[in-house]
């Protein structure tokens, strides 16, 4: 069952944070697309709304090929609107045996770690964040509306 919830307070952010939007499906290959269509309905607005459904649908892949099946099968995706007119876009899942690392620009031949280059190289931040229970939390950080010149 697929939950989508909009604009709810956060109780693990600051005060100058609020969630813009938050969607919960299972953790499967065919909800991948689900995610996609959710970010660019949250981005529909934005001009640029190619690179947070780019970035997501990346680390929504992810989470489908690595995390466990523990805690439901779930991935959680927020979209939180963040301090200085940025976005922070989070995938939330049950966590794995391995992180998130983008692979060096110099592996062109390696199997993996290509789509966290595009999230690294796309955003202006992004990491990970490994919860009290195991979960796997992966983010990124872009401007609210457009980008930058230089991009």
Known sequence: MTRISTPIPSPRSAAD???RACLTVPCRPEQ???VREFIRQVFRDDPDAD??????SELATNSVLYSWPR???TMM???SDIEDGMVRVEVADAGGLSVPVPQDENDDWAESG????????????????????????TWFVIPSCGRDADR
């Open 32 to 34: 991948v697309r689900v």
């Open 17 to 19: 944070t609020a969630i």
């Open 51 to 56: 690179i947070p459904v780019l970035l997501t």
């Open 114 to 137: 290509h789509g966290l280059r595009l999230v690294r190289d796309l955003s202006d931040q992004m990491s990970y964040r490994i919860e009290a229970d195991g979960g796997l939390v």
């Open 71 to 73: 805690l439901g099968g």
């Open 77 to 79: 995706v927020t979209v």
